[in-house]
């Protein structure tokens, strides 16, 4: 892959990413993960945010990163050989000095890099799947550079937040629609996409005595 296709790819998948929406707010503490120099490792279950959590970091930096999701058909084969255009394309774009990369697991050998930039003065932020990113190469190769944030599916507080359901109304209405919500998220979990978008037949938002007619 050569520094023009790269630097477009990266222009491609930023604007890509910047359309996104960021979503509701999660229970994660970014504030703190982005005060420290440590790269932040992002994990969790398939589907359950990660992506969209660092949609909200990159937007608490307004604009001052630069961004990598390697879960794309046109970084098949892409190897350690191709960072060095990769950054090449990045400092082409800006200096800016914070990397947000996504689905990195998916390179061999991800680990001495993401190393070197940090020792070079970058922050980074990344996301992958618990068994890839949490292996023993990640604590071998990032030993005292790296924290873990475990990210889970919405926790019932976060589902109120995105029904837009007040948690503290006490009114009998208040009440029914907590009640209401509690119990689709006992029916459904709080798998983010299902939430949007839930199957066809699924009982998400119905009562446990509107399941039982």
């Known amino acids: 892959m050569n520094l023009s296709h790269m630097v477009e790819l990266v222009e491609d998948q930023r604007a890509y990413f910047l359309a996104r929406a960021c979503?509701?707010?999660r229970e994660a503490d970014i504030a703190a993960c982005s005060a420290h120099r440590r790269v932040v490792?992002?994990?969790g279950v398939r589907r359950c945010?990660?992506?969209t959590l660092l949609r909200q970091v990159a937007e608490r930096l307004?604009?001052?990163f630069h961004y990598l999701n390697f879960d794309d058909e046109r970084l098949l084969g892409f190897s350690v050989e191709?960072?060095?255009?990769?950054?090449?394309?990045?400092k082409r774009r800006s200096r800016d000095k914070t990397l947000l990369f996504d689905e990195i697991q998916n390179v061999e050998g991800w680990e001495r890099f993401v190393r070197r930039v940090h020792d070079d003065g970058y922050k980074v932020f990344l996301t992958g799947s618990n068994a890839?990113?949490?292996?023993?190469?990640?604590?071998?190769h990032l030993t005292g550079r790296h924290v873990r944030l475990d990210l889970y599916p919405f926790s019932f507080g976060e589902v109120l937040r995105f029904r837009g359901v007040d948690r503290n109304n006490r009114t009998?209405?208040?009440k029914a629609?907590?009640?209401?919500?509690f119990d689709g998220y006992l029916a459904g979990g709080g798998f983010p996409e299902y939430l949007e978008t839930p199957d066809p037949g699924t009982f998400w938002g119905q009562t446990l005595a509107e399941r039982c007619v």
């Open 82 to 90: 191709h960072f060095a255009p990769l950054m090449l394309a990045f």
């Open 23 to 25: 979503g509701v707010a």
């Open 49 to 51: 945010g990660k992506s």
């Open 177 to 181: 629609a907590i009640m209401k919500n």
């Open 41 to 43: 490792a992002i994990s």
């Open 172 to 174: 009998s209405d208040g």
């Open 62 to 64: 307004e604009g001052r």
């Open 132 to 140: 890839r990113l949490l292996s023993r190469e990640l604590g071998t």
